[in-house]
């Protein structure tokens, strides 16, 4: 900062190639406009006095400017004792046409991805096959009038 004037400049860059930048003003000084006002209220804040504020109904767990939920810490817990497992088999073609067993798969963790994308997220280990194709199955029965209908 020299004579109220804001130079920058970075290390990179020879001194002779300094960028001028014009003088800001402080947050406090500057007036507010309609726009910021609609940009905090788009992002779940309110203008008070210049200072953004959390609107009371904003969900903490929630970012107020894209509405994904926001990380959690991880909740040490003792680990569940081991279900009963069962294998249950589906034959597969496996031919020179097609091979059933990698098709399945493929399948599988392109819905695992889809999900996690959407907020369902499993893990990525060969465990987790169970619980992904549980869930594919059940949203396709809840939806299978809308997907498979004529509307």
Known sequence: MEDGVFFWTSLLVPS??????????????????????????????????????????????????????????????PPEPK??????????????REDGA?????????????MGRLGLPYGEENSVKYFVLAASLGLFVLHADELMGDS
């Open 102 to 114: 990698e098709l399945l798969d493929g399948l599988l963790e392109q819905s695992r991805e889809a």
């Open 16 to 77: 002779f190639l300094m960028v001028w930048q014009p003088p800001v003003r402080p947050l406090d000084e500057k007036p507010l406009t309609v726009e910021d006002e609609i940009q905090a209220e788009s992002m779940g804040l309110k203008l008070n006095g210049g200072e953004p504020v959390v609107a009371p109904t904003h969900d903490p767990m929630v970012c107020p400017s894209c509405k994904r939920p926001l990380p959690q810490a991880k909740v040490n817990r």
């Open 83 to 96: 279900r009963p497992r069962r294998t249950w088999s589906v034959t597969v073609p496996k031919d020179e």
